[in-house]
């Protein structure tokens, strides 16, 4: 009796992931048949200069609950055989491109864009946003919490220790911690 329940259980967990596949790829998502999408992903394409957002996911790419992808009308771009952990957030405002075979943790942040700061006279929330692209490459490790500013560049292989800030370029094979962030060692 336990496997009949178990059983069923398994066919209704199958149908509600492709039943969200179905629902990405219709509201305009680019995603490979064979990633992993839990509940409570939230994407949004957006437009900005009458341009809409695009997301690109490739295969075997795994996103877990909670995960934001926000395109605010920019692009994010995620490699092959990718996992973001719980309540992972980017937008995509400048641009993100995330390579192959990296792990974004839970309460990561990847933010491609900031704030124009103008005088006292204008009232911050209506100055325009600045694009900053971000890049990580192939093989990175952001852990737990790691905050990623606009305009950086993480080279292939990197590890970003948890709660770390990157604010500057991280160059491939190091290992970086701390707030704002810093070259510790290297991968050998």
């Known amino acids: 009796m336990i496997n009949i329940f178990k059983n069923i259980w398994l066919k209704i967990q199958v149908i509600q992931q492709k039943w969200r596949l179905f629902l ?3 509201f305009g998502v680019e995603i490979d048949y064979s990633c992993l999408i839990s509940a409570n992903v939230v994407t949004s394409l957006g437009y900005s200069k009458g341009n809409r957002g695009k997301i690109k996911i490739r295969a075997k790419t795994q996103l877990s ?3 934001t992808l926000e395109c605010w009308g920019g692009n994010i771009d995620i490699g092959e055989n990718v996992y973001f952990g719980p309540y992972a957030v980017i937008y ?4 993100v491109k995330i390579g192959k075979d990296s792990l974004i943790a839970m309460h990561c942040r990847i933010i ?3 704030h124009t700061i103008s005088d006292r006279k204008t009232r911050i929330r209506s100055c325009p946003d600045i694009m ?3 890049t990580i490459g192939e093989d990175v490790w952001l852990s737990a919490g790691v905050t990623i500013l606009g305009g950086v560049t993480i080279g292939d292989g990197c590890v970003v220790g948890a709660g770390a800030v990157v604010t500057k370029d991280l160059p491939p094979y190091s290992i970086a911690v701390g707030v704002p962030a810093r070259v510790i060692k290297e991968r050998l």
Do not use: A, C, T
């Open 24 to 26: 990405l790829r219709v």
């Open 65 to 67: 609950h909670g995960v």
């Open 92 to 95: 995509g405002h400048g641009g």
């Open 112 to 114: 491609s864009s900031n």
């Open 132 to 134: 900053l692209p971000v």
